[in-house]
T-cell receptor
Framework: DVKVTQSSRYLVKRTGEKVFLECVQD?????MFWYRQDPGLGLRLIYF???????EKGDIPEGYSVSREKKERFSLILESASTNQTSMYLC????FGPGQTETQYFGPGTRLLVL | AQSVTQLDSQVPVFEEAPVELRCNYS??????LFWYVQYPNQGLQLLLK??????LVKGINGFEAEFNKSQTSFHLRKPSVHISDTAEYFC??????????????FGKGTKLSVKP
């Protein structure tokens, strides 16, 4: 079974802190994604990556950055946390290839509270 | 631009009753369609997907969905629900297989509440 793990299930941080959310997948997937999930808004894509050291902005990248130094690990960074970044953060991974279509596999999520 | 509309934000239903969760999409090209389920305090899990072929797709836990190209819909159904089906359900669409065209676009979710 594909396993996507996230470093924390719950986090409480102060406004202005730098926050790191870590995601690791064990199936050698090329693609990795970070979403945030808010009530009534569904999932919104923050950043994604199709390869090591490669990143692309999603729909709501402002206030976030990412790092992918190794294929299995994709980190989301909040440079200076703000209260409007209080949310559930979901990481996902998938295979990629021409002519293929992929299923995204999700981690359990990190619920972040910024005070 | 692609979009996904889930017409109901909440669906209450009694145990053993049938249920339909509605999803409509907009896309000018061929699409791949997905339903994901999120149980409380968990990540999303794939229920089923339509890629091509038969328009009736069967998934896990007794769910099925029908792709209707003329109505641009992909409604999810189950003939008899259980308490354990209480969860939030997300419809998603994807087109193409490269670059940003390969990303999933999610609906806002439908909360299914099954009552005894």
């Amino acid at each position: 079974d594909v396993k996507v793990t996230q470093s924390s299930r719950y986090l409480v941080k102060r406004t202005g802190e730098k926050v790191f959310l870590e995601c690791v997948q064990d199936m050698d997937h090329e693609n990795m994604f970070w979403y945030r999930q808010d009530p009534g808004l569904g999932l919104r894509l923050i950043y994604f990556s199709y390869d090591v050291k490669m990143k692309e902005k999603g729909d709501i990248p402002e206030g976030y950055s990412v790092s992918r130094e190794k294929k299995e690990r994709f980190s989301l960074i909040l440079e200076s946390a703000s209260t409007n970044q209080t949310s559930m953060y979901l990481c996902a991974s998938s295979l990629f290839g021409p002519g293929q279509t992929e299923t995204q596999y999700f981690g359990p999520g990190t619920r972040l509270l910024v005070l | 631009a692609q979009s996904v509309t889930q017409l109901d934000s909440q669906v209450p239903v009694f145990e053993e009753a049938p249920v339909e969760l509605r999803c409509n999409y907009s896309s000018s090209v061929s699409v791949y369609l997905f339903w994901y389920v999120q149980y409380p305090n968990q990540g999303l899990q794939l229920l089923l997907k339509y890629l091509s072929g038969s328009t009736l797709v069967k998934g896990i836990n007794g769910f099925e969905a029908e792709f209707n190209k003329s109505q641009t819909s992909f409604h999810l159904r189950k003939p008899s629900v259980h308490i354990s089906d209480t969860a939030e359900y997300f419809c998603a669409v994807r087109s193409g297989y490269g670059g940003s065209q390969g990303n999933l676009i999610f609906g806002k979710g439908t909360k299914l509440s099954v009552k005894p």
